[in-house]
């Protein structure tokens, strides 16, 4: 999925969780599907965290897109793994299927960008 027709959430980057409290950073990192109508370096994206006790998503702050990588998730290195969510890349590769495995994306062929954000404002 190289990228869709805009869409409502096209400015929200939702996270499930805050993989090793990297959302507390002024920058951050997030790997996400390759979508080039949705992540264009230097567009302002809300961020959103799930709670787990109320069930909702939260917003957190707004931020920039400020730099991206394309790559095939074969390819991730432990490096990126652990930086991004605190995992090697074996375990970021299983953690990758569970998350994508109701929707239409083959990990195995699709490619993923590591996008890098700083926040303008934060709200927390």
């Known amino acids: 999925m ?3 027709a805009p869409r409502k959430t096209d400015n929200v980057i939702s996270f499930i ?13 997030t790997i996400r599907p390759v979508n080039h109508y ?3 370096k230097g567009k ?3 961020i959103e965290v799930f709670d787990v006790k109320t069930k909702k ?13 394309a790559f095939y998730l074969n390819n991730i290195s432990d ?3 652990y930086i991004d969510c605190n995992m090697c890349a074996a375990d970021l590769k299983k953690l990758m299927s569970r998350l994508y495995a109701k929707s ?3 990990i195995e062929t699709c490619r993923f960008n590591m ?7 934060k709200v927390y």
Do not use: C, P
Not at 57 to 69: E, H, M, Q, R, T
């Open 17 to 29: 969780e805050n993989w090793n409290n990297k959302l507390q950073n002024h920058s951050f990192t």
């Open 57 to 69: 998503y939260n917003k957190i702050g707004k931020a920039k897109l400020v730099a991206s990588s």
């Open 2 to 4: 190289e990228g869709t």
């Open 115 to 121: 996008l890098v954000l700083q926040y303008e404002k």
């Open 79 to 81: 490096t990126m793994a």
């Open 44 to 46: 302002l994206f809300w």
């Open 38 to 40: 949705k992540y264009r």
């Open 104 to 106: 239409k994306i083959d």
